[in-house]
């Protein structure tokens, strides 16, 4: 019937230590709800849920725990005022894959300590399972139990190319099934000159917005991360 939706489930994904992914119903109602504090949960096959398990903040003290205030209301722009929020808040402990029922099905956060002296993940956005093309399960995908996952982290870098303040760098590494990373990850910051940034855009970011009011800078952020077939356009 033209015009009706399809039917299915939507899984909701909230930022902060207590907002938990939901699913929901057709309806709105929720079905479920797993205690993971990630705002980008990964459905898999069977109820499991990958997702970030802890906020950096929970072992941190120089991290604030919970998500930012809220911009202001109408009329303002939508803009908040003074600094950014910490870029590091959105750093994960755990990246965890959970059962259904809560179970914790496999962990990892052997990535980087950034002087915390606890080992993190620093995921903060993406991540994919291998047998995911699309970036969450779906019918007729090929599915990989216990696959290897590409998961979107910080690192803290110097790049005096870029600026002399300390960069918030986006990296993409892989870890496998038993929690050891397979030794591929991709630096944003070493491809600075593919980005195309132009002389003024180059500018800001030596001088960094807010210098000085962050521990570091944020300097470019990636909220998505997938692996990609084949393209005919160019192999």
């Known amino acids: 019937m033209t015009g009706t939706p399809c039917v299915g489930y939507t899984l909701l994904c909230y930022a902060g230590a207590d907002r938990y992914p939901t699913l929901i119903d057709m309806l709105g109602q929720v079905v479920h709800r797993w205690p993971i504090a990630n705002s980008s949960g990964v459905m898999l096959p069977g109820g499991s849920l990958l997702g970030g398990k802890r906020p950096r903040g929970a072992i941190d003290p120089n991290v604030p725990l919970g998500p930012p205030p809220p911009p202001p209301g109408p009329g303002s722009g939508g803009r908040r005022e003074g600094p950014p929020p910490n870029p590091l808040s959105q750093d994960m402990v755990e990246f965890v894959q959970m059962g259904w029922d809560g179970t914790e099905e496999w962990s990892f956060?052997?990535?980087?300590?950034?002087?915390?002296g606890t080992m993190m993940s620093r995921q903060h956005h993406g991540s994919q399972r291998e047998g995911n093309p699309v970036g969450y399960y779906a019918p007729g995908a090929d599915y990989v139990d216990e696959g290897k996952t590409l998961i979107l982290a910080h690192k803290n870098v110097r790049v005096p190319q870029i600026s002399d303040l300390e960069l918030v760098d986006d990296v993409v590494y892989e870890v496998n099934w038993d929690g050891a990373l397979t030794g591929f990850d991709w630096y944003c910051s070493n491809?600075?000159?593919?980005?195309?940034?132009?002389?003024?855009?180059?500018?800001?970011?030596?001088?960094?917005?807010?210098?000085?009011?962050?521990?570091?800078?944020?300097?470019?952020?990636l909220n998505a991360v997938n692996l990609l077939g084949r393209n005919r356009w160019y192999d």
């Not at 500018?203 to 470019?220: I, K, N, S, Y």
């Open 109 to 116: 956060s052997g990535w980087d300590d950034d002087g915390t």
């Open 191 to 221: 491809h600075f000159d593919q980005i195309g940034f132009d002389e003024s855009a180059k500018q800001v970011l030596r001088t960094g917005p807010h210098a000085g009011e962050q521990p570091c800078f944020d300097w470019v952020h």
